[in-house]
């Protein structure tokens, strides 16, 4: 295609295999915080809005802005570097988080988290997106977005048998320890090819902003992710603590269930929709967008009914489905926001795009079930976190709309590599 070669680059599989498993511990240091609200809202004496600010604002705010200046220092130096610096500082903050003894001590390491995490995968999609080629590009963006339901799944798991056998505190340090021995792997195996595979230098940070800002299909494709996404973020946090309240599951039990959800449903969400993207998308690069429309219109309803039906295993392949497809656009979005520009500006369009994404969904998503909880627990009592959580899933139908608006004007706006 174009004369680009439709072979990995040599090393590609290790270089993928070593960034799934750092953001494999980027989404378990996320949602390890969720399945932890029990103990943690006891401890700490906080309210559901509390707890919902902890998982969102500060957290979401240093990730989103701090990302694109961490992209452009990645595009204008070296990708891999940074995404190993930026994994030992987030675990590092990770591993603070379990000295809180108060709302705001937490609050400060979780912006420590956010720091660190902010310079992990905007980087991370331009090197693979340099590592393999077009006809298997979605493919691997999907491949390495495994990383949301196995570190969703793990986090959940380990978070929940570590503080039923010790404490709270001893899964942070643990996922913390983790996330610091891995770093230093990273720097040695994963190489930036970019310096060597083509002349580009990189763009300046204020020709990339332009490019984008006049492309509406950028806009559409980012608030539609980010309603997505709002949903997700504030679903993966409360849905454990709605398995507590609702359904009356203790910590093991509900992590087991919870995790069963996220991991199984997730990986084949993920992985299809990266495998049809690449199928389907080279017939019309429409389907990078209608794949996702066409998940969430089916997403919002099985979600809801599956979080209001009073039996455990009735509600289980009910969620099973959401939780495929809430995520499938990972592989089909991705990859489109890197074909939005030239390939020596992505990781800085990728986290113009990840700014947008997660100020609206981290940092709304969380809190807006956690706040309307409270308001409807005087009605509700214990189930208004099941109420606030069905009614977050609307927002699906809104990324549906928007995502649909998104079709005819991909075939206008994509940039083949061979394009500068």
Avoid at 61 to 78: E, K, M, N, Q
Avoid at 180 to 194: E, K, N, T, Y
Avoid at 302 to 309: E, K, Q, R, S
Wanted: a positive charge; charged letters at 10%; glycine letters at 10%.
């Amino acid at each position: 295609m174009n004369g680009i070669s439709d072979q990995p680059r040599k090393g590609a599989s290790l270089v993928l295999t070593l960034l799934l498993f750092a953001y494999i511990l980027n989404y378990l240091d996320r949602q390890i915080l969720g399945i932890l609200a029990g103990p943690i809202i006891a401890d700490l004496h906080l309210r559901d809005t509390d707890f919902g600010i902890l998982t969102g604002p500060p957290f979401a705010i240093l990730y989103s802005v701090l990302g694109i200046p961490f992209a452009f220092l990645a595009d204008r130096t070296s990708r891999s570097r940074v995404v190993a610096a930026a994994l030992a500082f987030w675990s590092a903050f990770t591993g603070l988080c379990g000295t809180a003894t108060s709302f705001w001590q937490l609050f400060m390491f979780r912006m420590g988290v956010g720091i660190g995490e902010a310079g992990g995968v905007a980087p991370s999609y331009a090197l693979l997106a340099d590592y393999f080629p077009p006809e298997r590009r979605a493919r691997a963006l999907a491949i390495f977005s495994l990383g949301v339901p196995i570190g969703l799944a793990l986090g959940t798991l380990i978070g929940a048998y570590i503080a039923h056998a010790v404490s709270w505190r001893a899964a942070f340090y643990t996922m913390g320890v983790i996330g610091v021995i891995l770093a230093p792997i990273l720097l040695i195996f994963v190489r930036d090819p970019s310096k060597h595979a083509h002349t580009d230098a990189a763009a300046p940070i204020g020709q990339v902003f332009p490019l984008l800002a006049h492309k509406p299909v950028f806009w559409l494709i980012a608030f539609a992710a980010s309603f997505s996404s709002l949903c997700g973020y504030g679903l993966a946090t409360w849905v454990p603590s709605v398995l507590e309240r609702s359904f009356h599951l203790g910590l093991i039990a509900r992590g087991q269930y919870f995790a069963s959800l996220v991991s199984i449903g997730g990986c084949i969400g993920v992985f299809a929709g990266g495998w049809l993207a690449d199928k389907l998308g080279a017939l019309d690069r429409g389907w990078y967008a209608k794949l996702p429309a066409i998940a969430w219109l089916i997403t919002a309803p099985t979600f809801a009914a599956g979080l209001m039906v009073p039996n455990l295993w009735l509600a289980w392949p009910l969620l099973l489905i959401p939780n495929a497809l809430n995520i499938l656009w990972l592989g089909p979005v991705i990859t489109a926001v890197q074909h939005l520009v030239p390939r020596h500006m992505r990781a800085t369009a990728s986290a113009s795009f990840l700014l947008i994404n997660n100020l609206i969904g981290l940092g709304v998503g969380p809190v807006l079930i956690g706040h309307f909880s409270d308001v409807l627990k005087q009605s509700y009592g214990a189930d208004s976190l099941r109420y606030a959580a069905v009614g977050c899933t609307a927002f699906y139908i809104l990324a549906a709309l928007l995502m649909l608006l998104c079709v005819p004007r991909l075939r206008t706006s994509w940039v083949e590599d061979s394009a500068h």
